[in-house]
């Protein structure tokens, strides 16, 4: 039995991709932890993996967010960073703690985790990146020129450098610390190639996508039988739509024979979701939260702000998508799943009329959405991803990088 170790931040979009992936490993009977903040904690031990607790100062989003936990992202992708440095800084010396004792035999770390290399580096312990998003391709240090430019020439991103390199170098690593984080040995790619920029320029000797390493529910029924379903859901840190989700109600008036499932979050009060008069329609069915990708396999659209876990799980289960991109990665994604044939977006101005045309038009992309699907199913999953990661371990002859690092 290997001791495998996962290393991560608080923020479900970090956490989520990889659950399967742990339950699965510990299936195979090895021993996991993961290093991660208690608040995740029923989620990792639903896994059968233990929970290394550290604290996080990871400003906390959506519905455990305060206003001042928000503000903590607020700015421009400089000062977001910076939020990130700090981490850094307070996870090592915590993670140091937790493990000198107990030293895994491979360490996985998303990547919102990469310092854990610094233990990886100090222990020979092989590392493996596990992305559940796109990753880097050949050509694109020249591609980020512009944005690296500008992080080493503004005041405030000379310092968050300085402060990344001064952490590495006191634990004896002198290598530049923007290429350290993002320049992963070994990584699994929980996206499908078709969600990847400059896919043909990604070197598969390091990348190996899988698609999403979920285990998915038994298959849906029929569609014959039930009505036509709607799910909206922003995720965990966008939930704030009540536009959206009385656009929503509005349609379910007007089209009583579909079906309409909210995902509102924890900060949005179920009983002021309703139709434009007032009342929630019977078609309507409003959820803090949901298993979505359960729910997703008896959708037959699928309106997102097209996270990448969401766009990845429509994109397993065969689901045409309305997106809605809210920031970062959104946008882009929300154009690959464009290009890729299954999606739409959502209409301005919205209203019942709208989004009914919306939805019409998603529901004609459903036979390109079940090809996606099975290419996806073609990329291996789960099983594939496991696979990967036991590949690593030393006793199956997987690399092992000891070099000499300080600890003090």
């Given at each position: ?6 290393f ?26 993961y ?9 990792i ?16 989003l ?16 400089i ?76 005041p ?37 190639p ?12 390091i ?33 704030d ?56 396999g008896?959708?037959?659209?699928f ?25 970062a ?80």
């Open positions: 039995m290997a001791h495998i170790a996962m991560s931040i608080p923020a479900p979009g970090h956490v989520l991709p990889a659950l399967d992936l742990l339950a699965e490993l510990v299936r195979r009977g090895h021993r996991v932890t290093a991660n903040d208690p608040s995740m904690r029923d989620a031990e639903a896994t059968g993996a233990e929970l290394k607790p550290y604290t996080s100062v990871i400003p906390k959506g519905e455990a967010a305060t206003a001042d936990a928000e503000d903590g992202f607020a700015g421009d992708v000062d977001q960073l910076s939020v990130f440095a700090d981490e850094y800084e307070n996870q090592l010396p915590q993670w140091f703690a937790l493990y000198e004792d107990d030293r895994p035999d491979l360490i996985l770390y998303d990547i919102a985790g990469a310092m854990s290399l610094v233990l990886a580096r100090a222990w020979g312990v092989p590392a493996l990146q596990v992305s559940p998003t796109y990753v880097a391709w050949e050509g694109y240090a020249d591609d980020m020129a512009d944005f690296h430019t500008m992080l080493r020439t503004d405030r991103g000379i310092a968050m450098l300085a402060r990344q390199d001064a952490l590495l170098a006191r634990y004896g690593i002198e290598t530049d610390s923007l290429e350290f984080i993002g320049t992963p040995e070994r990584s699994l790619v929980l996206i499908a078709s969600m990847q920029p400059n896919a043909d320029r990604v070197d598969r000797s990348y190996t996508f899988t698609g999403p390493a979920r285990r998915l529910p038994e298959a849906a029924p029929s569609t014959q039988g039930r009505p036509a379903t709607l799910l909206v859901s922003f995720g965990s840190a966008f939930t739509q009540p536009d959206t989700y009385r656009a929503a109600c509005d349609f379910a008036v007007a089209r009583p024979d579909w079906r309409v499932i909210l995902q509102v979050g924890g900060r949005t009060d179920p009983s002021t979701v309703t139709a434009s008069d007032g009342a929630l329609p019977p078609n309507v069915e409003v959820h803090p939260w949901i298993d979505q990708v359960t729910v997703l008896e959708t037959d659209v309106l997102t702000h097209a996270g990448m876990g969401g766009s990845t799980e429509a994109m397993l289960t065969g689901t045409p998508v309305i997106t809605a991109p809210q920031a990665d959104q946008f882009q994604n929300a154009e690959m799943l464009a290009s890729a044939g299954i999606a739409v977006p959502l209409p301005e101005p919205l209203d019942a009329v709208s989004l009914g045309a919306a939805c019409d038009a998603a529901l004609q992309l459903t036979g390109r959405a079940r090809e996606l699907a099975a290419e996806l199913a073609e990329l291996g999953g789960l099983d594939r991803a496991a696979d990967v990661v036991l590949e690593l371990l030393p006793s199956a002859g997987g690399p092992s990088h000891r070099t000499d690092v300080l600890l003090d």
